[in-house]
């Protein structure tokens, strides 16, 4: 008789002990939580309203032309573009740089491109350019001869060159 109270009394204390220690342990190893993006529809912005917003930019920075490091009217390289406009636009802070850049948010891998999304190029051996997509395969972008412009990805040049696009985070 005293065997079966010790073992089912061991049993009764190390069944809660091994769920606390699971429980513990398990708290331990979680996950950072992850960043969900947010899309620009997701700041209650229709694709209609991102896209007019973007031409909005474009006719107030139409043909400023393109300077390396810029980030005035003065001239303005293609990286500062998208990060003016997203937070004059969409009160949206993105990095600095097409190399930042083309690690912010999420890739798109679908071809299921979004008036908003960061369009990527490699121009050269260790060149980049971004622009953002309007939608209908034209984007928005600042050019070295043309200065602020929309372009064609339907256009040979960009299609030879294209990188990647981005779906940004907020």
């Given at each position: 008789m005293r065997d079966d109270f010790t073992t089912r009394s061991i049993r009764d204390l190390a069944v809660p002990a091994l769920i606390a220690i699971l429980l513990l342990s398990m708290a331990g190893c979680g996950k950072a939580?992850?960043?969900?993006?947010?899309?620009?529809?997701?700041?209650?912005?229709?694709?209609?309203?991102?896209?007019?917003?973007?031409?909005?930019?474009?006719?107030?920075?139409k043909?400023?032309?393109?300077?390396?490091?810029?980030?005035?009217?003065?001239?303005?390289?293609?990286?500062?573009?998208?990060?003016?406009?997203?937070?004059?636009?969409?009160?949206?802070?993105?990095?600095r740089t097409t190399k930042q850049l083309a690690r912010t948010g999420?890739?798109?891998?679908?071809?299921?491109?979004?008036?908003?999304?960061?369009?990527?190029?490699?121009?050269?051996?260790?060149?980049?350019?971004?622009g953002m997509y309007l939608g209908k395969r034209s984007f928005l972008h600042v050019s070295e001869t043309k200065g602020v412009t929309v372009s064609s990805l339907a256009d040979s040049y960009w299609q030879d060159h294209y990188w990647q696009a981005r779906r940004v985070f907020r």
């Open positions: 939580p992850v960043r969900q993006p947010v899309f620009l529809p997701e700041l209650g912005l229709s694709t209609a309203e991102v896209k007019n917003r973007l031409l909005s930019q474009y006719q107030e920075w043909g400023i032309r393109y300077r390396n490091g810029g980030q005035s009217r003065k001239g303005i390289d293609c990286s500062a573009f998208v990060q003016l406009t997203y937070r004059q636009q969409f009160g949206v802070n993105l990095p999420n890739q798109i891998v679908d071809g299921g491109l979004r008036a908003g999304d960061l369009i990527l190029f490699k121009t050269g051996w260790n060149d980049r350019h971004i």
